[in-house]
């Protein structure tokens, strides 16, 4: 029976099963690798844009960081630091042409869940994604002070539903540590919001009102003693009535997403020097070209494992072709030129590159939707982990070139194979 260039390949690969093995699954790791990491970078920053909701603008307390401010406003990454006064917050929408401005305070939380503070056109006018209105799975919206609305996955890894009464803790306490509760004010859960696939999910809040006498509470008690007795709204006092961040939309013509005075509105809010004013998604490209300088030593780490998979190649055939000498003399004395000598090596470098490339591209699907489930566990971050055909085509096609190239050193080798001196009898 005649041996094609198949078969040889064939029986050639699988005669040392277990290296060639090991070396698709090498690739196979760099184009996962690889593949996951650029995959999911757009993918994430597509999922940072549809978080900052419907806003134009965040605007808080001078002498902040935007950035800084976005990921604690918007993204409940930390407390921000600096309070805006309420008298300002009351006047930008005279001062300024905005459509809606939505005051927000963050500083408690309940079982390490964010609580923030805020009004009821956060859920009627603000939009947790651009084009998606909070819709309420149970309930309804606070009416009163000291009533709860519950984000859904916040409801989930909390357990509360309608009706439970809970107690709010100053501040994020770290790990282990009890934290300060304020146990002397009970909250009511009153409704719990539909998911939005957004950070807020994430989040419990309550109205503006009892955020301020929580916290005036305290300042009463350092003022008058353990007598002070319980705030009320009417003696709270315009230092009470801090906030942390106004979500802002500017005035918008029906049908249009950016408006022609945006530029103008943010340039005249950056020029008040008792603000800071951030566009998030000025912010969050910034973010992710500070993150880009960390994808490129993941990508850097990934070629460099890509390279190992083709060094590896090499060394695998080059070593089958030393040991293959007097098989392939058997071959040119039936005809096999030196050319086709060389092609079959060439061509079954090739062969592993492409199993490799194969191989990678599934793990990378398998890949990106573990690391997208585990950012919605733990962050409640909707990512969409899709690839580009365009970058799929791309790696896989520099990976067989690659696996190639290094298939070119045991090719020579074997096209170098002297006849007559492989072909003397074993001793």
């Known amino acids: 029976m005649a041996i094609t260039d198949t078969t040889f390949i064939t029986r050639s690969l699988t005669a040392r099963l277990f290296s060639t093995v090991t070396t698709i699954a090498i690739v196979a790791l760099g184009v996962?690798?690889?593949?996951?990491?650029?995959?999911?970078?757009?993918?994430?920053e597509a999922a940072f844009r549809r978080g900052k909701g419907n806003m134009h603008m965040l605007i808080s307390g001078p002498q902040?960081?935007?950035?800084?401010?976005?990921?604690?406003?918007?993204?409940?990454?930390?407390?921000?630091?600096?309070?805006?006064?309420?008298?300002?917050?009351?006047?930008?929408?005279?001062?300024?042409?905005?459509?809606?401005?939505?005051?927000?305070?963050?500083?408690?939380?309940?079982?390490?869940?964010?609580?923030?503070g805020t009004t009821p056109e956060f859920f009627t006018r603000f939009q947790p994604a651009d084009?998606?209105?909070?819709?309420?799975?149970e309930g309804q919206c606070f009416a009163a002070p000291f009533e709860l609305v519950v984000g859904a996955e916040a409801a989930r890894v909390a357990g509360l539903k309608i009706g439970d009464k809970i107690n709010l803790t100053?501040?994020?306490?770290?790990?282990?540590?009890?934290?300060?509760?304020?146990?002397?004010?009970?909250?009511?859960?009153?409704?719990?919001?539909?998911?939005?696939?957004?950070?807020?999910?994430?989040?419990?809040?309550?109205?503006?009102?009892?955020?301020?006498?929580?916290?005036?509470?305290?300042?009463?008690?350092?003022?008058?003693?353990?007598?002070?007795?319980?705030?009320?709204?009417?003696?709270?006092?315009?230092?009470?009535?801090?906030?942390?961040?106004?979500?802002?939309?500017?005035?918008?013509?029906?049908?249009?997403g950016t408006p022609a005075a945006l530029q103008q509105v943010f340039d005249l809010l950056r020029s008040d020097p008792e603000i800071t004013v951030a566009a998030p998604d000025q912010e969050i490209g910034k973010l992710f070209k500070i993150v880009s300088n960390v994808d490129r030593i993941i990508v850097a780490l990934a070629a460099t494992v890509l390279v190992v998979g083709a060094i590896t190649i090499m060394l695998v055939l080059y070593q089958a072709m030393e040991q293959r000498?007097?098989?392939?003399?058997?071959?040119?004395?039936?005809?096999?030129?030196?050319?086709?000598?060389?092609?079959?090596?060439?061509?079954?470098?090739?062969?592993?590159?492409?199993?490799?490339?194969?191989a990678g591209v599934l793990v990378s699907l398998v890949g990106s939707r573990v690391v997208a489930g585990e950012l919605y566990r733990r962050m409640n971050l909707v990512i969409d982990p899709g690839l580009d055909p365009?970058?799929?085509?791309?790696?896989?096609?520099?990976?067989?070139?690659?696996?190639?190239?290094a298939g070119l050193v045991p090719a020579i080798s074997a096209y170098r194979t002297g006849v007559i001196r492989n072909l003397r009898p074993i001793a």
């Not at 365009?390 to 190239?405: D, E, H």
Request: glycine share 10%; charged share 20%; aromatic share 6%.
């Open 390 to 405: 365009r970058i799929v085509l791309g790696v896989v096609l520099g990976t067989i070139v690659l696996a190639s190239v």
């Open 64 to 116: 902040q960081d935007p950035m800084v401010s976005v990921l604690n406003s918007v993204f409940y990454a930390g407390t921000p630091r600096t309070p805006l006064p309420w008298a300002t917050c009351q006047s930008l929408a005279a001062r300024y042409p905005l459509e809606w401005a939505i005051p927000t305070q963050l500083g408690d939380s309940y079982r390490g869940l964010p609580v923030m």
């Open 325 to 358: 000498r007097r098989q392939i003399a058997v071959l040119r004395v039936l005809g096999c030129s030196r050319m086709r000598v060389f092609g079959l090596v060439v061509t079954e470098s090739a062969v592993i590159g492409t199993a490799g490339a194969v």
């Open 170 to 256: 100053h501040g994020t306490p770290k790990r282990g540590e009890p934290g300060h509760v304020h146990d002397e004010f009970g909250y009511h859960v009153v409704g719990i919001l539909s998911p939005s696939a957004t950070l807020h999910d994430r989040a419990i809040f309550s109205d503006l009102t009892s955020a301020w006498i929580l916290h005036a509470d305290e300042r009463r008690e350092r003022e008058l003693g353990p007598d002070a007795g319980l705030t009320t709204a009417d003696e709270l006092i315009d230092s009470d009535r801090k906030i942390t961040g106004v979500y802002a939309r500017v005035m918008t013509r029906e049908g249009s």
């Open 131 to 137: 084009g998606v209105a909070w819709t309420f799975a």
């Open 32 to 44: 996962g690798l690889m593949l996951v990491l650029l995959g999911m970078r757009d993918a994430g």
